[in-house]
C-alpha cells in the first residue's frame, strides 16, 4: 500500500482586482497549511496503530562447511573447521576472524557478559574464551574429562569427573579464575531443566543416586538448603522408567518424583526450600515433569497428562500425544509418538487440540513445518493470537535450525548456511 502524490493547487491572480487585506491572506494561507499538518497527523497515528506484516528477509549466506553456529545480540557467531568469525546483523559484514591449530567443535556465547567461548581440539581438547566483540583472546584451558553445562551471566559451568566421583566447576568468564566448586556424583540427576538453557536458573539441584538432595546458589556456589529421598535404587541415566524405578524432575521451586514400585506408579512433589512433600498421587500418570502454564505435563513412553501443579489431580490426558512444552500462556506445542512426528497446537487447560501443524518444530516464538523441501515459517499475530505464515525456505535441515531474537538460522541440506530475519 502507497500514497498516491499530491500536487497542490496554483492559485490564479486576477491583476484587476486589488490584493486582499493581509489579514485576510494570512487567514487564506493558512487553510492548506492546517490541513495538510491534520492530514500528516493522521497518518503518523494510522501508521503507528497498524503492526508490521510478518516477512523473512534473507540478510546472510555462507557457502562453506560449519561446525558451530550462534545467533546473539544483533550477531552471528559462526566456525568452520579451522576459524571463528562474527558477522554483524542484518548488514552482514564480516566484524573479525580468528584462526585455530585443531579443528573448531563448538561454540557459546553470553551476550550480557559479552564473552564467545570456543571447544577445539581432537583428543586433548581446549577451551578458549574470546571477548565477543573484539575476537581478543582471554584465556584457555585444556578440557579433557569436561562437559560443557552453561555459559551465562559472566560464569562458566561445567561438570567433571566418572565412577561416583566428580564437581561441579564455576569459572569466571572473562579471566577463566576458577569461582567456585562442588562434589556431585556424576551419576545422580542435576537441574533444573533451564540451567542447561542459557543458565537460566538462580539455583541447581543435585539429587545423588540413592537420594541426597542438595540445593545451591548458581551465583556463589553456597548450599541454600539440603534433604533426602527414598528413591529406593539409582534412577536411570536416561530418565526412562523401566520396573522399580525412580526419576526426578525440578520445576521452578517444585522438585516432583515419579516412582514406579513393584508396578505401583506414583508422582510426589516436593518444596525445595525445606525439602518437603506437598502431596502425592497414586496410579496417576509419571514420567518428566514440565511447566505448560497452568498445568504441570506429565510424558511417559505413552501420552502427555495435564497435572494440577496445587493438588496433582489429572485435568486432562491426550492419548495422540507424546510430549507438550508450553508455547504461550494458554497453548502448548505437543508432539505424537510416531516416528514420523506430527505436531499441534493444543489448549492447556483441557488438552483440547487447537490446530493441528502436520510435520513441525516449535523454535521459541517460531513454528517451522516443514512439507517435502520447503519449511513455512510462522509467527504469532498480536492483534488475533492466531499464527501467521512470514515466509518459507527451501532445502534446509529444519531440525538444526535455531533463533534469536529477530533471527533465524538454518543449516541447507548442501552443508552451507544462511539467516533470515524475521518481521
Known amino acids: 500500500m502507497h500514497a498516491e502524490p499530491m500536487v497542490a493547487e496554483i492559485p490564479l491572480i486576477d491583476l484587476d482586482r486589488p490584493p486582499p487585506a493581509p489579514a485576510d491572506e494570512a487567514v487564506v494561507r493558512s487553510r492548506p497549511a492546517l490541513l495538510l499538518t491534520m492530514l500528516i497527523t493522521v497518518l503518523l497515528a494510522l501508521a503507528g496503530s497498524v503492526p508490521s506484516r510478518p516477512g523473512l528477509t534473507r540478510v546472510l549466506a555462507v557457502d562453506e562447511p560449519l561446525t558451530a553456529a550462534e545467533l546473539a545480540a544483533g550477531s552471528l557467531f559462526l566456525a568452520t573447521p579451522a576459524e571463528v568469525r562474527r558477522y554483524a546483523l542484518p548488514a552482514g559484514a564480516r566484524e573479525w576472524s580468528r584462526r585455530f591449530d585443531d579443528q573448531v567443535q563448538n561454540l557459546w556465547i553470553d551476550p550480557a557478559g559479552g564473552i564467545l567461548l570456543v571447544l577445539s581440539g581432537g583428543g586433548e581438547q581446549l577451551l578458549t574464551a574470546l571477548d565477543a566483540a573484539t575476537g581478543r583472546l582471554l584465556w584457555a584451558m585444556n578440557s579433557v574429562d569436561t562437559v560443557m553445562i552453561t555459559l551465562s551471566r559472566g560464569g562458566v559451568l561445567t561438570q567433571e569427573g566418572m565412577n561416583g566421583e566428580g564437581s561441579l566447576r564455576m569459572l569466571d568468564a572473562r579471566t577463566g579464575r576458577t569461582r567456585w566448586t562442588r562434589d556431585v556424583d556424576p551419576a545422580g540427576f542435576l537441574g533444573p531443566d533451564a540451567l542447561f538453557q542459557g543458565g537460566g536458573s538462580p539455583w541447581i539441584v543435585a539429587v545423588g543416586p540413592i537420594g541426597d538432595v542438595v540445593l545451591f546458589s548458581y551465583a556463589d556456589g553456597h548450599e541454600i538448603a539440603r534433604g533426602r529421598l527414598e ?113 499441534a497446537l493444543i489448549d492447556a487447560g483441557t488438552g483440547r487440540e487447537l490446530r493441528p501443524l502436520g510435520h513441525s518444530r516449535q523454535l521459541g516464538r517460531l513454528i517451522l513445518r516443514t512439507d517435502g523441501f520447503r519449511t513455512w515459517v510462522s509467527v504469532p499475530d498480536g492483534s488475533t493470537g492466531d499464527l501467521r505464515v512470514a515466509g518459507s525456505v527451501a532445502d534446509v535441515a529444519a531440525f538444526r535450525c535455531q533463533t534469536g531474537g529477530d533471527y533465524l538460522l538454518c543449516p541447507t541440506v548442501r552443508g552451507d548456511m544462511a539467516v533470515w530475519q524475521v518481521h
Do not use: H
Open 231 to 343: 528413591l529406593g535404587s539409582a534412577p536411570p541415566a536416561d530418565r526412562s522408567l523401566p520396573s522399580n524405578s525412580a526419576s526426578v524432575s525440578v520445576v521452578g521451586d517444585r522438585l516432583y518424583v515419579s516412582r514406579r514400585i513393584r508396578g505401583t506408579a506414583s508422582l510426589t512433589a516436593y518444596s525445595m526450600r525445606p525439602l518437603a512433600p506437598l502431596w502425592q498421587s497414586v496410579g496417576g500418570p509419571i514420567g518428566s515433569v514440565s511447566d505448560c502454564g497452568p498445568v504441570l505435563c506429565v510424558a511417559d513412553t505413552r501420552w502427555v497428562s495435564g497435572v494440577d501443579p496445587a493438588s496433582g489431580r489429572v485435568r486432562w490426558q491426550q492419548p495422540s500425544w507424546g510430549i507438550a512444552y508450553r508455547f504461550d500462556g494458554k497453548r502448548l506445542f505437543a508432539y505424537d509418538n510416531q516416528e514420523d512426528a506430527q505436531a
